[in-house]
């Protein structure tokens, strides 16, 4: 034990004489989750509260272009801004001054409903209902397309988001037009409800609870915990930098001299970078929780959790040691070991989940992101944070990290014992 101590004590001194690596430890993570918290809350405020001013040119005039207008509006997604000619609109989106134009074609709601009256008769007549209308004697309608123009800069989600919201919206008002043709056809009386148009299917999110109350995610529990993760394993740098420094210097011939095992010099790093570990995570979440509020980020909520996710974090810190003296083991220089250390960290926080959310990852990356120590740290902070998880829950992704950090410090012990074999 006394020896122990005495290797920890060692990292200690190194630490704290290092004041690069105290700075990238402790400010770095803190002013990178203000930094990241604080965009991503933004565009989280703009999409939620901002509407996005789109061009309308309505050449129909009629009811079902009406209807449209309505149903946009109703969105609160979009400030509609009627504008004279399909040129016009077309010139004021391509040169990037709106995201979006709407032109709706002329004749859209008398061509749709002679569509939809010639197609209630040749279906009454099939049934042998007289109509009140000879469906032979109807005129063939061509069918219509609303036009979209969206900017070229415009994100591909955007686009899909706004087709598929106009596609409904259109279905339902053909569908309103079938059910109207019929009730004038089979009704004496127009004002009889023959058929019902309200919808027969809805949708309700259906959030989780804590304490009888609905949980809503934010982004301060998106944000916190993922680059928490990230400054965990970013000690890789600095505590691969010491080793490599022990050995250049002469400090590893000495204590080899002693009668202390490689073993004891790594148990002595593990103590304190673990504490490092721990601290960061304290700090994130201090100011997750008492500087957030004041810069107009939501509070982070970490009420009957702290146990759970300090537990998570000594295992992901025990992840990020094991690998960090992996590496310095290995490496033979501080020019190996320092940008190798900081390229890996980012590389693993790429495929983990950190930077983009795995489920939007090709099939090859999201399998890829499952032998990242970081996704399996991520999704134990966020069954932690987001889904009221407990112990039991995170035991498989803590013994994940276990593993990883046992079979990394064996092998630096096997890489160790290997060069300096006689």
């Keep these: 034990m006394h020896k122990l101590l005495a290797s920890a004590y060692k990292e200690f001194l190194l630490l704290k004489r290092d004041f690069g690596s105290v700075i990238i430890l402790f400010v770095m993570p803190l002013v990178l989750i203000i930094t990241i918290t604080l965009i991503q809350d933004s565009t989280f405020k703009t999409i939620e509260n901002t509407q996005i001013p789109i061009l309308v040119v309505d050449n129909d005039k009629g009811e079902v272009a009406k209807t449209m207008l309505e149903g946009l509006q109703s969105s609160e997604a979009f400030e509609i801004i009627m504008s004279a000619t399909e040129a016009e609109a077309k010139d004021l989106v391509f040169g990037g001054d709106y995201q979006l134009a709407v032109i709706i074609p002329t004749h859209l709601t008398s061509d749709l409903n002679k569509k939809v009256n010639s197609n209630v008769d040749n279906l009454l007549q099939n049934f042998g209902i007289d109509s009140e209308s000879n469906a032979s004697e109807q005129p063939e309608v061509t069918s219509k397309e609303v036009r979209l123009y969206f900017d070229p800069a415009t994100q591909v989600s955007f686009k899909n988001s706004v087709k598929n919201g106009i596609d409904k919206m259109i279905s339902k008002i053909e569908m309103k037009t079938i059910y109207t043709s019929f009730q004038k056809q089979l009704s004496d009386n127009p004002d009889d409800v023959v058929f019902k148009t309200d919808n027969f299917v809805t949708f309700k999110e259906i959030l ?215």
């Excluded at 944000?223 to 210097?249: G, T």
């Design 208 to 422: 989780p609870k804590k304490d009888n109350e609905e949980f809503i995610p934010n982004s301060a529990q998106h944000n916190v915990p993922a680059w928490s993760l990230f400054a965990i394993f970013f000690i890789i740098v600095p505590l691969s930098i010491n080793i490599v420094k022990e050995k250049s210097q002469g400090t590893f011939v000495r204590l080899r001299t002693n009668p202390v095992s490689y073993a004891t010099v790594l148990g002595g790093k593990t103590v304190v970078y673990l504490a490092v570990c721990l601290i960061q995570f304290a700090l994130m979440l201090a100011v997750g929780v008492f500087v957030f509020p004041k810069i107009g980020l939501p509070t982070l909520d970490v009420s009957g959790r702290l146990p759970l996710l300090f537990v998570v974090s000594i295992f992901a810190g025990l992840a990020a040691i094991g690998l960090g003296v992996l590496i310095g083991t290995i490496a033979k220089t501080q020019e190996q070991s320092a940008p190798f250390g900081a390229t890996f960290v980012v590389i693993l926080a790429a495929i983990g989940g950190v930077w983009v959310p795995v489920f939007i990852m090709p099939k090859f990356m999201q399998v890829l992101s499952n032998i990242s120590p970081m996704n399996w740290g991520l999704n134990a902070y966020y069954d932690v944070f987001l889904r009221n998880g407990s112990l039991a829950s995170i035991l498989p992704e803590l013994a994940l990290l276990l593993l990883f950090f046992i079979v990394t410090t064996l092998l630096s012990i096997f890489f160790n014992e290997k060069k300096h074999a006689v």
